[in-house]
């Protein structure tokens, strides 16, 4: 993460149209409980110590408590830590922001595990921070050779499994590195900006991989991921995990930033997830995240998220439009099919604005020769208020996911067909049902719904819910749409009042998706999509959703 500036969106490409709804009340968890099959819902905890060390408190329903409990008991099921390699300076001053030594990350993973939770490690290789634009090699590395490095990566990564074996606390995940686009351990393992070649990323990734695997014990899996920033960025990540595969580096997992004001919007993580587990066959992972519940600003020293992220989020700035934000990412990731989406983890919830927990310390700007303003740049996306007080946004942690009420709603039942499973399909003209057939690729799996003829038509497609509780419901899509047509629009129905309809926003290559609520009071529900087209007007619809959100 890169946390003094603002990183520049690669490209807004796909909008997710967001209505904020409060959700129908789900069971909480009543601790976390990790396992390699839970769907992670973590949070990145590594400036708790500095930030407790300084006075900070913390808060649920008004009453002090440790806050790796409070994050646990509303259903926290990993910590993610990041781990520096010597963050402080030749006389022993602190670097700060966490420094984020082994014995600072060994006892943070002991509480977090005490709690139930798993552990994510977090290697970056470096003194302090490190992220696409610094991989600086740690001090007591520099001046080796690229083998004498490579040695040096594999026995610095093997004695920290082995110290935190000794503590009781080995890893559950360990990532190799923090937001590599760029390579690691500048300059051996640089890549990109005119650098093509992957051999030396791949042999230093390797290397660390390997110290890794050969401190592991009989029975023993740690899994390994590799983390990208720009979780948005499709052809990054094609071009970054097609070179690392080609030199057979070993991984697990596809670990990805992913911060709605920086890199892209929601339909482009989307795409990007459900390309990356199918194209390398890999489970794929939100290891930072985050979105502000207020404009505020705790300690009066610039944030990081202000209008501007704010506009290009989607999302209002408030407690709800950042549970709704969490709640559509989490969805976003549960829906990758084979259920190759691991989950999503919160960075920084802890940073309160306590005066001195900022990013970095005088040392550390010193000597690593950052000129920055010292400050908390994240004070406004944490998952507690300024007074310490768990924000509502927590109670997602330990949700159920509400249940699509939607049969066949990916369009994945029959593979190329007129007749998709479940959906009745209906023309004005019975000979122009002809316009209605599944194609891909998709955005979500491998099929989509396609509308389109070479001649005018007039549509649609279908379903019909009885039975339904008494209740809000809402009703999604994903669409592309040529635009053109006299009308193009989802709907629904026969729910106790007037026909609701949302118009498709005109949008040929980037997936946008729409949503409607309804009170139904009937007991019944039809949904659909709709058009009435002019010759050659083509849709795109996929990943339909109806899920009851509250009473």
Same mark, same amino acid.
């Given at each position: 993460m890169t946390i003094k500036r603002p990183l520049l969106t690669l490209g807004a490409l796909i909008t997710g149209l967001v209505i904020a709804t409060s959700p129908l009340t789900v069971p909480q968890a009543a601790q976390a409980a990790y396992s390699k099959t839970s769907f992670i819902m973590g949070g990145d905890l590594g400036m708790l110590h500095e930030i407790e060390t300084r006075g900070g408190v913390f808060k649920k329903d008004g009453v002090a408590d440790d806050p790796v409990e409070i994050l646990a008991d509303s259903g926290m099921n990993l910590a993610r830590l990041r781990l520096w390699v010597d963050p402080y300076t030749a006389s022993g001053q602190a670097y700060g922001g966490g420094t984020n030594d082994l014995a600072t990350t060994i006892a943070m993973a002991q509480r977090a595990k005490a709690e139930g939770m798993g552990i994510l490690l977090d290697f970056h290789l470096s003194d302090w921070w490190a992220d696409p634009g610094t991989q600086t090699i740690p001090k007591a590395w520099r001046g080796l050779t690229y083998a004498q490095l490579k040695t040096a990566v594999h026995d610095y990564t093997n004695d920290v499994i082995d110290q935190m074996r000794a503590a009781g606390v080995v890893p559950n995940i360990v990532q190799m590195g923090n937001e590599i686009s760029s390579g690691v351990l500048w300059d051996f393992g640089r890549i990109g900006n005119g650098v093509s070649d992957f051999t030396q990323l791949a042999g230093l990734l390797t290397a660390g991989i390997t110290g890794v695997?050969?401190? @592991? /014990? %009989? $029975?023993?899996?740690?899994?390994?991921?590799?983390? /990208?920033?720009?979780? &948005?960025?499709?052809?990054?990540?094609?071009?970054?995990?097609?070179? *690392? %595969?080609?030199?057979?580096?070993?991984?697990?997992?596809?670990? /990805? #930033?992913?911060?709605p004001f920086w890199h892209g919007t929601m339909g482009q993580l989307a795409y990007n997830l459900n390309d990356l587990s199918a194209r390398y066959g890999k489970d794929v992972l939100i290891v930072e995240t985050a979105y502000g519940w207020t404009? $505020?600003? $705790?300690?009066?020293?610039?944030? #990081?998220?202000?209008?501007?992220?704010?506009?290009?989020? &989607?999302?209002?700035?408030? *407690?709800? &439009? @950042? %549970?709704?934000?969490?709640?559509?990412?989490?969805?976003?990731?549960?829906?990758?099919?084979?259920?190759?989406?691991?989950?999503?983890?919160?960075?920084?919830?802890?940073? /309160?604005?306590?005066? $001195?927990?900022?990013? &970095?310390?005088e040392a550390g700007k010193t000597d690593n020769g950052d000129t920055g303003i010292l400050s908390n740049p994240w004070d406004n996306q944490t998952l507690f208020d300024w007074n310490g007080e768990a924000l509502d946004t927590l109670d997602v942690f330990g949700e159920t996911a509400p249940t699509n009420l939607v049969k066949n709603g990916g369009f994945e039942s029959n593979g190329y067909t007129s007749t998709p499973s479940n959906w009745g399909v209906w023309a004005q003209v019975a000979a122009d049902k002809d316009a209605v057939s599944t194609q891909s690729p998709a955005v979500v799996g491998t099929y989509k719904l396609n509308f389109w003829k070479a001649t005018a038509y007039t549509a649609s497609v279908y379903q019909t819910k009885t039975s339904l509780p008494s209740g809000t419901y809402r009703l999604s899509a994903w669409v592309l749409n040529s635009g053109g047509q006299n009308s193009a629009y989802l709907y629904a129905k026969r729910y106790g009042g007037t026909e609701k309809q949302a118009a498709f926003p005109v949008s040929a290559t980037d997936w946008k998706r729409v949503s409607i609520d309804v009170q139904v009071t009937s007991g019944i529900l039809e949904f659909g999509v709709y058009t009435n087209a002019k010759a050659g007007n083509w849709l795109n619809i996929d990943d339909v959703r109806l899920v009851r959100t509250g009473p």
């Open positions: 695997k050969d401190a @592991q /014990l %009989t $029975g023993e899996k740690i899994e390994i991921a590799l983390h /990208l920033d720009q979780g &948005g960025d499709n052809a990054l990540y094609r071009w970054w995990f097609d070179g *690392v %595969t080609a030199k057979n580096v070993p991984f697990d997992i596809i670990a /990805l #930033s992913y911060y404009l $505020g600003d $705790g300690d009066g020293l610039i944030n #990081s998220f202000y209008t501007t992220e704010e506009a290009a989020g &989607g999302y209002p700035a408030t *407690v709800a &439009g @950042q %549970t709704a934000f969490l709640r559509d990412l989490r969805d976003i990731v549960k829906a990758v099919p084979n259920n190759r989406g691991r989950g999503l983890i919160w960075w920084e919830p802890t940073w /309160l604005p306590v005066p $001195g927990a900022n990013w &970095g310390s």
